[in-house]
């Protein structure tokens, strides 16, 4: 079984309405991320969470908001879709290094 | 503040052929540095790192990377590549605080 899972894997939605990514972790780290990847601009960090207490706004939150309900699940929020929030979304983890493992990834569409 | 620059968005390449595909970053900190692969339809999955030690580092997939202080560059290379190798290749440095500063980038496109 993988040991990051997002769901769902792909997604459309429709301008104005709220959208959950989730994200669970088997790795038993404590770090988790939440990036979007757009074509030639590389992996943007949106939100990042180094416990379930501490939730930290990345370079693009604008527009998003996350919940970490324990130290395995961090969830993404869009909570009125635009078009372009229209991305691939990954949740990423980490332990006590900078190597991050990542999840396959969520492609959302807002229409 | 740290940063990461991947020159090329793109590099073609014959299968069999070697390849080499540029980073370069800049850092205040002590410097960590990451290459990650990215197939079709995947998400990023770790293909080497530095950390310290020997500049020379070896990953997976027969690829390597020379970690090079003074022209703060650390470049993909593989002798031979075969068309399974056809990917997205990021390079990311460290942050402070426990996080990744990624590069735009590079797509290896094999031609047969």
């Known amino acids: 079984d993988a040991d990051v899972t997002q769901t769902p894997r792909n997604r459309i939605t429709k301008t104005g309405k709220r959208i959950m990514l989730e994200c669970s972790q088997t790795?038993?780290?404590?770090?988790m991320y939440w990036y979007r990847q757009d074509p030639g601009l590389g992996l943007r960090l949106i939100y990042y969470?180094?416990?379930?207490?501490?939730?930290n706004k990345g370079e693009i939150s604008d527009g998003y908001s996350v919940s970490r309900q324990a130290q395995a699940k961090f969830s993404l929020s869009l909570e009125s879709a635009i078009p372009n929030q229209t991305a691939l979304y990954f949740c990423?983890?980490?332990?006590?290094?900078?190597?991050?493992?990542f999840g396959p990834g969520t492609r959302l569409t807002v229409t | 503040a740290q940063s990461v620059t991947q020159l090329d968005s793109q590099v073609p390449v014959f299968e069999e052929a070697p390849v080499e595909l540029r980073c370069n970053y800049s850092?205040?900190?002590?410097?960590?540095l990451f290459w990650y692969v990215q197939y079709p339809n995947q998400g990023l999955q770790l293909l080497l790192k530095?950390?310290?030690?020997s500049t020379l580092v070896k990953g997976i997939n027969g690829f390597e990377a020379e970690f090079n202080k003074s022209q703060t560059s650390f470049h993909l290379r593989k002798p031979s590549v075969h068309i399974s190798d056809t990917a997205e290749y990021f390079c990311?440095?460290?942050?402070?605080?426990?996080?990744?500063?990624w590069g735009a980038g590079t797509k290896l496109i094999i031609k047969p």
């Open positions: 990423a983890t980490s332990g006590n290094s900078y190597e991050q493992y």
């Open positions: 790795k038993g780290h404590d770090r």
């Open positions: 969470s180094f416990d379930v207490k501490d939730i």
């Open positions: 850092s205040s900190v002590s410097v960590y």
């Open positions: 530095y950390l310290s030690g």
């Open positions: 990311a440095v460290r942050d402070s605080n426990y996080q990744l500063i």
